[in-house]
Every structure is written in structure tokens, then in C-alpha cells.
């Protein structure tokens, strides 16, 4: 099973990255798939990221200050967003969460 | 396969990358430590970094795997995740053009989110294709090696490290790091705040596919964003399209 999961999704991985570098040298991208795939990256790392913020547990959500993960989240997307720094919001949101946690015992 | 390699921007291209592999490290050491927990052995642990080199893919795998979901699943969420390097592979088309097939597959191979960041710059500007497909493989070869030693730190180091540090909520920082800078753009904004509420109000959805769900939401939205704005608030990102 874990072997079957590995080469299938690497071969998916390899497809996508590939897609267009392969098939693009001689067609032009249909100018709708081109601005629907420039959304990609923002709509599904969202999807990704805000359910492990805002959920406490699995269907217990939390949008209040009681939740550590949220609050730490906020300070490191400020970070993010101003200054574009994967190592700072790593090191800051970290910072935040163990800082809140040991705050709230 | 000399004909597109030039050493000094290999060197460069995996020099500039250094810095990014250090943010990249605590990613791949969750990824290592999930797949372990997953049940892979560590063996397959580094296989699957080592085929998949996507931490978005593993990580989505290795806790999907952990939950029991059924394999059609975790391969239909690894593709929806992997949608994004449809784009990427889009906008770096135009300029491989002229490079021969065995060197886009290496290029391709190794497109990630921060290869793509670090190097569509340099395509757009210089005219080189040889120094900047150089650059490119310079540094997605070191990307590729911090992934590796990053894995192999967390299936060895998995163990050890206490729960209480909570070392997984890296992974959302990660994704954070990425995500926050897009939101200079009004339609992300959109596409953000559509995929946000979906993402929550989908929450029950059985075996996660709420996280697909809110992904395609949030592109629904971001199409409909270009439609009422115009496309021109929107066009900086995405060159030859």
C-alpha cells in the first residue's frame, strides 16, 4: 500500500510538474485553464493551512483568543505578508505558540 | 546534455537557495517523523522524499494514510494538492521552449514552490537560458538535498523530539510563509476568504475532501475576482499567459 501511494502520487507529482513544459513548447493554454491555475496556489494552501489553525480538535472550532494556534498563526501571517520570509515566520510563529502555551498553563 | 550547463550559474543558483533550505529543514524532518507514525518504514520514509519531493503531497499522504482514508483518496488529495505545479510548470513553459527534452525533465522534476519563487525572475529578465536553466538546476539540486538529510533527521529524530513542542504546526508555518505574500493581490484576498469559510463550513465532509472542496471553491472565486476587478489587478504574477 505505502509503496503503491509513493510511486502513484510521484508519478502524479512529476505529471503536473511536467504538464505544460512538455505539451506547451507547441499548443497555447486555453486563456480561462491559465487564470483558474493562477489561483491555485492561494485556494488550496488556504485549504491546507486554516483548517490546522482553527480547528482544536477534529470538529471542534475555535475562533477565540483561548486558541494558541490561531493567535500564533495571525502574528506569523503578519510577518509573512510584510516581510516575505519563510525562515522569520517559521522562527516567529513557533516563538508565539510555545510563548502563548506556556502563558495560559 | 552539456549544451545547458554553465558551472558558475549552477553554483549561484544552489548558492542563493542556502538560505531557503534552512526554513525548508523543520518541514522535512515533520515529513520524515509523519510517515513514520503513518506506518512506512523508514526506508519508504526516504523513498517517498525522495520520488515525491513535495512536502504538501507527503505530509497530506502520510496523515491521510495515518487516518485510514482508502488509497483512491489519498492519491485524488495528493493530485488536487499537486494542481499547483500546473501553474508553475504553465509559466516556466515559454521559456524552455528551446531546451532539450531530458533537461526539462530534470527541470520539471524539480520544481517546487521555492525553486519556482526564486528563479521565474531571472527567466523573465535574462536573455541566458543556458545560465538560467543552470541556475534553476543549481539550486533545485540543493532543495532536493535538504529535503533528503531533512527526512532522514526526522526519521531518526522523530522519536525524540518531545510532543509538547509541537514541532508539526511547522508545516502550516510553512505553507503561511507562502501564502501570506499572495495576499498583496486583491483577488487572493477573494480567493482566500471563499476558501477559508468553505474550508470551515465543509469541515464534516468524510476523509477530508472538504480540503478539496474549499480548494476549488476558492479558484471559483478568484476567476469570478478577474471578471468584476479586470485582469490587470491581478496579472502581475503570472508571465506568458
Not at chain 2, 552539456?2 to 529543514?25: K, Q, Y
Request: net charge positive; with cysteine; aromatic share 8%.
Amino acid at each position: 500500500m505505502i509503496w503503491a501511494l509513493i510511486f502513484i502520487v510521484g508519478a502524479i507529482n512529476f505529471a503536473a510538474r511536467l504538464s505544460f513544459i512538455a505539451l506547451f513548447a507547441r499548443r497555447e493554454m486555453p486563456p480561462l485553464l491559465a487564470r483558474a491555475l493562477r489561483h491555485v496556489p492561494a485556494a488550496m494552501l488556504t485549504a491546507i493551512v486554516v483548517p490546522a489553525i482553527v480547528f482544536v480538535a477534529p470538529g471542534a472550532l475555535s475562533l477565540d483568543a483561548g486558541n494558541v494556534k490561531l493567535i500564533a498563526a495571525l502574528v506569523a501571517g503578519v510577518v509573512a505578508w510584510r516581510w516575505r520570509n519563510t525562515l522569520l515566520t517559521i522562527g516567529v510563529g513557533m516563538v508565539a505558540l510555545w510563548l502563548l502555551q506556556w502563558l495560559m498553563r | 546534455m552539456r549544451t545547458h550547463f554553465s558551472r558558475p550559474a549552477f553554483i549561484e543558483g544552489a548558492r542563493d537557495m542556502l538560505p531557503m533550505t534552512v526554513g525548508l529543514i523543520p518541514f522535512g524532518i515533520v515529513c520524515g517523523v509523519g510517515a513514520i507514525s503513518a506506518g512506512a518504514s523508514p526506508v519508504a520514509a526516504l523513498a517517498m522524499s525522495m520520488i515525491v519531493f513535495s512536502g504538501a503531497a507527503q505530509i497530506i499522504a502520510a496523515q491521510l494514510l495515518a487516518a485510514g482514508a482508502p488509497l483512491a483518496v489519498i492519491v485524488l488529495s495528493c493530485f488536487v494538492v499537486s494542481l499547483r505545479f500546473l501553474m508553475y510548470s504553465a509559466a516556466m513553459a515559454p521559456y524552455l521552449k528551446p531546451v532539450d527534452q531530458r533537461w526539462r525533465h530534470l527541470v520539471a522534476f524539480l520544481l517546487t514552490d521555492q525553486a519556482f519563487a526564486s528563479s521565474i525572475r531571472r527567466f523573465r529578465e535574462s536573455p541566458d537560458l543556458r545560465a538560467n536553466v543552470s541556475y534553476f538546476v543549481g539550486g533545485g539540486a540543493v532543495l532536493w538535498l535538504a529535503w533528503q538529510i531533512a527526512t532522514i533527521a526526522g526519521i531518526l529524530a522523530g522519536a525524540v523530539i518531545p510532543p509538547s513542542w509541537q514541532l508539526e504546526f511547522v508545516v502550516p508555518l510553512c505553507f503561511l510563509a507562502i501564502l501570506a505574500p499572495l495576499l498583496h493581490e486583491r483577488a487572493a484576498v477573494i480567493v482566500f476568504a471563499t476558501a477559508a469559510v468553505a474550508a470551515i463550513a465543509l469541515d464534516a465532509m468524510p476523509m477530508r475532501l472538504s480540503m478539496i472542496c474549499a480548494g476549488l471553491a476558492g479558484i471559483v472565486a478568484g476567476v469570478v475576482a478577474d471578471r468584476i476587478f479586470g485582469r490587470s489587478a491581478t496579472a502581475e504574477v503570472e508571465p506568458g499567459n
